[in-house]
Structures are given as C-alpha cells and as structure tokens.
C-alpha cells in the first residue's frame, strides 16, 4: 500500500481540500436546482390541466435531455481543456479553446434544430406509440426546438466560465432566467394578464424566451465584464489547428459518451412508453425526483472535474493525483448514500405534490425505491468515471463501458423482460439501472490503474 502522505493516508486529509470542492460546488448545484425545479413545475402545472399533456411534455423533454447532454459533452470537453490551461495560467489559449467550442457546439445545435423542425413526429415516435402523445409532443418540440442554439452557446460559455473557477455567475444567471421561465410558462399555460392558454405550448415559448434572456446575460459578462480572460465578441472568430485537435481529441469520446448515456438513459422511458402511458408517466415521475436530487452531485461533479483538471494542469505529482482521486471517489460515495437516504425519506411527500391516479402513483413509488438503492454507484460514477477520468483526459473509458455495459447487456435483457417474457416493468428498470453498478466498478478498476493521467497543456 502506498504511504507516503505525512500522515499516512491513501486520501486527502487537508479540509480545506474538501471546503473548496463545496465552495465550488455551490454556485453550480443552486443552478442545477433551479433548471430541474422548473421542469418538475412545468409537469404539475400541465397534471392540473391534463395527465395526457403532462405525459407528452415529460416525453418530449426526453429529447431535449438528450440534446442538452451532447451539449454538456462538447462543454466539458472544453472545461477538461480550460481548467488544465488554467492551471498553467495560459489565457491565450484558454480564449481559443472558447471560440473553438462555441463554433462546434452553435452549428450541432443548429443541425438538431433542423431535424426537429422537420420530423418532430418521427422523433417523438421513438418514446411513445400513443398516436394522441405524439401530437401534442410534437407541438411542444417544433417551438422548444428554436431555442437550442442560443442554449447551446450558453451552457459552452458557462463551461468556460466554470474551467477558470467563474462559478458564481452561472447562479446569477441562472438565479434571473429559471424564475422568469416558471412566471412565463405560468402565464401562458394557464392564460393570465389577458393571455390565451396554450397549454403545453405554453411551456416551450416561455423556455424560448427565458433562454434568450440567459444568453444575453451570460454573454455580456464573458465579453464586457469578466477581467480574468478579457474575451471580446472578435475572439470567436480564432482558430489553432493543435488546439482544434485537442479539442476534438478530448471532446468527441465525451460527446460520444454522452451519446451513449443519454439515449440509454432514456431507455426506461423509450421501453415503458410503449407498454402503458400510466407506467412511463410513473417512471418519468421517479426520474424527476431522481434529477431534483442529482442536482447535488451534478454540481459536486463539476466541481470534482475542474480540481483535478487544475491539479494535472500544475504538474502535480502521480502520488498526489492518486490521493486527490481516491478522495473524489469518496465523496461520491458518501454523497450517494446521502442522496437515497433522502430520495426514500422525500418520496411520499413528492409524489402528494401531483394529481394521479392510484396506479401510476404505485409505480411510480416503486420505481423511486429502485433509484434509491442505486444511488451510492451513481455517486461514485458520477465522480469517478465521470469527473476524474475525464479531467485527465480519458473520455473513452466511459464511452467503452457504456457500449458494454448499458447497450449490450443492460437495455437489451430489459427489452427482453419486457417484450418478450412479459415480466413486470420493476424488473426492467432495475435492470437498466444495475448498469450504474457495473459502471461504477469500472471506474474505480480505471482509477486505480492510474494509466489515465495525460497533461494535456504539453
């Protein structure tokens, strides 16, 4: 065993250590919070109108999950990039390396919006068979669909924001745009102040406006305001060719990976939406308390990833990477555990908030115990697998994994319960959820083996 920490520790025993994880944290889980809460306050202002138009919108969000996570790909592919630079205090590169990911992640946005434009049917399609879920998902999803790119450009600037540890300005931001997004989608879901009602309509033009207030936002403090970079509106316009590389280097295994969660994450809602529209609307409530409380290790995550990428950044020492990285397994534990503790302790109180009827209240319990007991792997793959590897550069051990481990044997042995041996749908979904088990045990095996480590600023 290795010991050659003063104190004879195989982890960080500094505090401060930990305290600046949390402070860092913060910032990141109060944003993560108030973008989740208005998606759990859009559904129960739809569960007041309709269970059927709650059901659509929880469907069609499925697709912006997806989409917001490519975009988080592209961003922390630039984030792992930013926070190594930044621990090199290498500015000019850093606002390359903004630029660069700005035009990558604006005209992927701009693809997605066209395809949606134009098959939003077709792409609803793959969630649902339920003909009359289709259609007003489809509504939904043409309108939401013009805020994607500006969305796009925000989240890839805040990541630059978050690699040089500007955290506090993803709260402000976000503090002004989720408030003004759940005032909005009030007003035009319902029709107050003399507007029409449009229902689930309602929704996607209160989040197109309420997005384009944070880009304006997020934008005027990264060209006028923020004075560690000095970045101007003609900085979008560089290109480096190693940077570029580099980016895509790093970047594109993490898009990829994300690819591959994201779409297998959505698998429980893809296989119950064609077995019953109560049970995917019981699912779908789950998740939605599962991402209310992810918002802790989310904002934990980032925080994780931007530390070590600094850390590898400085040309720290194998020893003390290999302390600081076991410690972020650590609190990914304790983070999780905590986290199904207080998932099983919320449940009952969380589902009174909805109007359901018993069954999919049943279900939808049930599928929240499962999440629960998953919860302390999640937290480990969450600051293993995730945020660790990736802050050094490795973002094609949790694309292999995931190729293994969710497409391979997770999905297709719950489509098979499901569609073929006709078993419950608790069984189904535990299945894809024991994914998050196995991944979890990857990225401590990867971890250990210290092979991942790569200083990317050489």
Not at 12 to 20: A, C, E, I, L, Q
Not at 80 to 85: A, G, N
Not at 128 to 155: F, H, K, N, Q, W
Not at 411 to 434: G, H, M, N, R
Request: aromatic share 10%; with cysteine; hydrophobic share 50%.
């Amino acid at each position: 065993m290795i010991r050659k920490q003063v104190d004879g520790s195989l982890i960080v025993t500094r505090p401060s250590f930990y305290t600046d994880i949390l402070i860092l944290a913060m910032p990141l889980i109060l944003q993560q919070l108030l973008r989740v809460s208005v998606d759990t306050l859009d559904n129960m202002m739809l569960g007041r109108i309709d269970q059927m138009q709650m059901s659509a919108a929880t469907q069609a969000q499925q697709i912006f999950f997806v989409f917001y996570t490519l975009c988080n790909g592209f961003s922390s592919g630039c984030c792992v990039l930013v926070s190594q630079y930044w621990g090199k205090q290498d500015r000019e590169s850093i606002k390359t390396l903004c630029a660069i990911g700005v035009q990558y992640v604006a005209v992927f946005a701009l693809v997605v919006t066209l395809v949606i434009q134009a098959n939003a049917e077709a792409v609803l399609g793959l969630y649902s068979s339920d003909p009359e879920l289709i259609r007003l998902g489809a509504s939904y999803l043409r309108i939401a669909s013009l805020m994607y790119v500006p969305c796009a450009v925000s989240t890839m600037l805040f990541a630059c924001c978050m690699g040089i540890e500007q955290t506090k300005v993803s709260f402000t931001t976000n503090a002004v745009s989720y408030p003004l997004n759940v005032l909005l989608d009030y007003c035009f879901v319902f029709g107050v102040f003399g507007l029409s009602g449009m229902g689930i309509r309602g929704i996607a033009v209160g989040a197109i406006i309420a997005r384009l207030v944070e880009f304006g936002i997020i934008a005027s403090f990264v060209f006028h305001r923020e004075k560690a970079l000095c970045m101007k509106l003609k900085d979008l316009t560089r290109h480096n060719r190693k940077l570029s590389l580099d980016f895509v280097k790093v970047g594109m295994p993490i898009v990829a990976h994300e690819l591959i969660w994201s779409t297998g994450t959505t698998a429980g809602s893809f296989i119950m939406g064609h077995v019953s529209t109560v049970i995917v609307t019981g699912y779908n409530l789950a998740y939605t308390l599962y991402q209310l409380m992810a918002c802790f290790m989310n904002g934990v995550l980032h925080a994780c990833s931007v530390t070590m990428g600094k850390t590898i950044g400085m040309g720290a020492g194998k020893e003390q990477i290999r302390r600081e990285s076991y410690s972020l397994l650590l609190i990914g534990l304790a983070g999780g555990i905590l986290l199904g503790v207080l998932t099983l302790l919320v449940r009952q109180p969380f589902l009174d908030l909805y109007h359901l009827d018993a069954e999919t209240r049943a279900y939808a319990s049930v599928f929240v115990v499962i999440i629960a007991c998953i919860w302390p792997f999640s937290g480990m793959e969450m600051t293993g697998l995730i945020a660790t590897l990736r802050a050094g550069g490795d973002g094609k051990t949790g694309f292999i994994c995931d190729i293994f481990t969710m497409w391979l044997i997770t999905i297709p042995l719950a489509a098979l319960c499901t569609f073929v041996l006709d078993w419950p749908p608790y069984i189904a979904i535990a299945i894809i959820k024991f994914n998050i088990v196995l991944e979890s045990l990857v990225g401590i095996w990867r971890i250990h083996t210290m092979k991942w480590v790569k200083n990317l600023t050489t």
